[in-house]
Structures are given as C-alpha cells and as structure tokens.
C-alpha cells in the first residue's frame, strides 16, 4: 500500500540553524501538508501546497519557513533559522485531491526535530 | 470560526471496560468532514473514520464505534471491550469545504490509558 515516507525520523539541530525536513508523498496526489506537533500538544496546521505553490498558510508559518517541491517526488520544509521552541513533531500529509466528498489525507510518520 | 474540542484530558480504565471519547466541533459551514486519528507512543497519526456532514448514521467497526449528531455538534468515538492496545492518544479532527485546502484542524487529544 503506498505510503507517505519522511525522513530524517529525528533531527538534532543547534539553534540558528537551517533545517530541511524531507518528504515524498504519494505518487498520485496532487495536495501536500505540513503540520507540526510541539510535545504533548494538538497537532497543528502550517501549511499547504498545490500547483507549486502554497494554497495557505497559518500564522505559525513566518518569514522563517518555505516549502518547496523540487523535484516531481519531494515535498521540503525549509526552517532558515531554528529557535528553541520549532522543537516538535513534524508531520508532512497529502491527498488525491481536496474537493467536496473527497480529502481523506495520508500522514508521514513524523520527523522529530530537536533544537539546543 | 472553526474549532475541535475534546475536554477529556485524560481517561483510564480497566481493561474489558467500555470507553467514550468525546469531540465537540464548531463550523458555520454545512458542508465538513470529521476524522478521528489514534496516536501511539511511537507518536505516527493512525486514521481511524471519517464522515461527511451529510452522513449522521453511526458507524460501527470490531470494537469501534462512532455516533455523529449534528443537532449536538459532536462526534464521539466507543471502544468496547478496551484493550491495553488501545493506549494512546486520540485526536478528533475537523475539515471544512469551505476552507478551500480542506487543512484539518485538530482538537487536543485525549489520552487514553487502558490498565492490565
């Protein structure tokens, strides 16, 4: 079954860093997400992506953060400058399409980054 | 404004017991989708339903079971039978057309501990 795979499964980063956290969506899908859990927390929405460019955004997702697709299987998330508190669970998810009756979407496992 | 809450913090029980989970929801919009996800200690977001705004029957899988009202705004999930398995955290989400990107928006979990 096709799965939403991301990688590093861990990330340990100094602050002020740039980050990249990895992902490859699903082949068929064409809508990509990226939410972001802080420990012990709800997970929340940052960003999402169609057509090569972002649909929308949260308010979380400041100057610091870009995604991009790359190539025709990566969906990136750039952190330009790491501070203390993007320490969290990041969760990268896709769907077919996101139209009425359709927009189930499949979630990676996580990339845990980790900011000192 | 579009909200999820689920004011069960935290639930134990013993295994064999029944358990409900509840998830309140807020939209203006008549046209959604509700999703509830279990997570587990090794922290990946499993799907577990989803139901559309226009679907209200109840559902019903192995020990699973979900009751949509919308006259209540809720959508509450039964474990029967609880099982040391089914520890983990489980989050209710909500999903508006309207939104445009169909992005979920999460409620805060609620963690369920089932003891031997």
């Known amino acids: 079954e096709p799965e939403v795979t991301q990688t590093p499964s861990h990330q340990v980063t100094q602050m002020g860093q740039e980050v990249i956290l990895r992902c490859v969506p699903i082949?068929?899908?064409?809508?990509f997400y990226w939410y972001r859990q802080i420990l012990g927390q709800k997970v929340e929405f940052l960003v999402s992506?169609?057509?090569?460019?972002?649909?929308?955004k949260s308010e979380i997702f400041d100057d610091q953060f870009s995604v991009e697709r790359p190539d025709g299987s990566n969906f990136t998330l750039k952190i330009r400058s790491t501070k203390l508190e993007d320490s969290a669970m990041y969760f990268c998810?896709?769907?077919?399409?996101?139209?009425?009756?359709?927009?189930?979407?499949?979630f990676g496992p996580g990339t845990r980054l980790t900011v000192l | 404004a579009q909200k999820v809450t689920q004011a069960q913090t935290e639930i134990s029980v013993v295994e064999k017991e029944d358990v409900t989970l509840d998830c309140v929801y807020e939209?203006?919009?008549?046209?959604?989708?509700l999703f509830w996800y279990k997570q587990p200690p090794s922290g990946e977001l499993v799907f577990l339903i989803r139901?559309?705004?226009?679907?209200?029957q109840n559902e019903i899988s192995g020990r699973y079971s979900w009751n949509f009202q919308k006259s209540t705004s809720s959508f509450n999930f039964t474990i029967t039978a609880s099982q040391v398995v089914d520890s983990a955290v489980y989050f209710c989400a909500l999903s508006e057309a309207t939104s445009g990107t169909y992005k979920y928006i999460f409620g805060t979990g609620t963690r369920l501990k089932v003891l031997a």
């Open positions: 998810a896709s769907s077919e399409i996101a139209a009425l009756g359709y927009n189930e979407q499949f």
């Open positions: 939209t203006r919009d008549t046209t959604y989708y």
């Open positions: 139901r559309n705004s226009f679907d209200e």
């Open positions: 082949s068929n899908h064409l809508y």
């Open positions: 992506f169609y057509n090569n460019e972002i649909s929308e």
